[in-house]
């Protein structure tokens, strides 16, 4: 059952995901009116509560950096536990299911950089992650979308034993934590975890976003694989079996990662140096993500569907990107395409409709009342349909609609 109010400050807008371990809710903030992400204990697990406290205190412990959600609101009160953050973008896994399971070298890139800075930062204040995974690495939105956040903090730790500034001793018979997919071998043998363990999960993400896939994941579902079949796996595969036909550079952070002692300290600059090499040999300059990219959604659940008819007057926008304006203090964007579309039932064929950067959705409206020349427009981010008038260049914005600019029929912010 969905709550209604959390904490008697949270308003729920709807459900956001749910796992073994919590529940998460889009909420209003009803003092400042924004927008934001509440975590609570999940009903089925009796260690829910004690992870979500965890990650409270974590996150409390390690706020200030770069890619570090903001923490709004931590209650560790007995059957009162939630967590409210910063509201985030999609994770990683989501967007490279979107975009066919292909991110560009330059994209990998990204991540990775920012990947490792993050994880500097965090083993800096004495923790380590112990669960990273695609699912965990969270864009951020609007001005704030070239930033990779590292989220769920139920699994960290401490590694370095205050006040003394001890590390962690080495212990073996662990039992496993973590996500077999993306752990570290010495997780798998059931040896304590450090920051070693951290790095070599980055390297199986980057292997993963590298390939489309991992070998110990199968590629029908029907094919069931556990986690002892996992660990023979990754105790047997090379570097270059890894990253075959892939920049030798990543094959080398993956030794570096897999021969690190376990109280070692990490060399993140020569990982950066890596990294750093592989743009130079292939010639990429840019810094960010290449997600911005326009796609025809396509759903075989509609495939019975006759097609639209045409449009006598065709929706054309005039680029393919979503695009900051710097200028605007606003935070607001540009969207611009070169696609030419039908009008479409907005009840019936959203799965026929454009996606732009995976979380805006626009398409044509057909509503007797409303011209033709108007778009409709559909983001995971706000609570209603959009209706606004075509124009060259329609501006978006997080949130509802703020303002109609009359003098600027064609553009509405929201």
Not at 6 to 30: H, M
Not at 155 to 163: C, G, I, V
Not at 302 to 320: A, G, Q, V
Request: glycine residues 6%.
């Amino acid at each position: 059952m969905m709550p209604n109010l959390i904490g008697n400050r949270f308003q729920v807008i709807s459900s956001a995901g749910e796992g073994q371990f919590g529940r998460v809710f889009l909420c209003t903030d009803l003092e400042t009116q924004t927008q934001c992400a509440v975590k609570i204990p999940s009903v089925s697990s009796k260690d829910s509560a004690a992870q979500l406290i965890n990650e409270g205190k974590i996150l409390k412990a390690i706020q200030g950096g770069k890619g570090i959600p903001k923490l709004i609101k931590f209650s560790s009160k007995e059957n009162q536990e939630f967590l409210a953050i910063q509201y985030l973008g999609l994770d990683l896994e989501t967007k490279f299911a979107k975009h066919h399971k292909i991110f560009s070298l330059a994209t990998i890139l990204t991540i990775a950089e920012q990947l490792v800075d993050r994880l500097e930062y965090i083993h800096r204040k004495g923790y380590i992650h112990r669960d990273l995974k695609p699912r965990q690495l969270l864009l951020g939105l609007d001005s704030d979308v070239s930033t990779l956040y590292v989220v769920d903090y139920g699994l960290s730790k401490l590694y370095m034993q205050r006040p003394m500034g001890l590390h962690i001793p080495y212990i073996e018979g662990r039992p496993f934590e973590g996500t077999p997919y993306f752990a570290s071998l010495n997780t798998h043998i059931g040896i304590q975890q450090s920051r070693r363990d951290d790095l070599e999960g980055v390297v199986y993400m980057l292997a993963y976003f590298l390939n489309g896939s991992l070998p110990w994941i199968p590629s029908n579902r029907s094919i069931k694989i556990n986690e002892k079949q996992i660990r023979s796996m990754k105790s047997k595969i090379s570097s270059t079996e890894l990253f075959a036909n892939k920049p030798e550079e990543f094959s080398h952070i993956f030794k570096y990662a897999r021969n690190l002692e376990f109280d070692a300290e990490p060399d993140y600059q020569y990982i950066k140096n890596q990294l750093a090499l592989i743009r130079q040999k292939n010639n990429i300059h840019a810094i960010g993500f290449e997600f911005k990219t326009l796609r025809k959604r396509n759903s075989s659940k509609n495939s019975s569907l006759k097609p639209p008819r045409p449009s006598k007057i065709p929706l054309t926008f005039h680029s393919f990107l979503i695009e900051d304006e710097e200028d605007n203090s606003r935070g607001s964007r540009k969207c611009r395409s070169t696609y030419d579309a039908s009008p479409i039932t907005p009840s019936r064929n959203w799965e026929n409709s454009l996606l732009i950067d995976d979380d805006l959705t626009v398409c044509l409206n057909s509503h007797p009342e409303i011209k033709d020349r108007s778009i409709l427009v559909r983001s995971p981010r706000f609570k209603n349909e959009i209706l606004t008038e075509c124009g060259r260049s329609p501006t978006f914005r997080k949130g509802v609609v703020e303002n109609l600019d009359k003098d600027k029929k064609n553009c509405v912010i929201f």
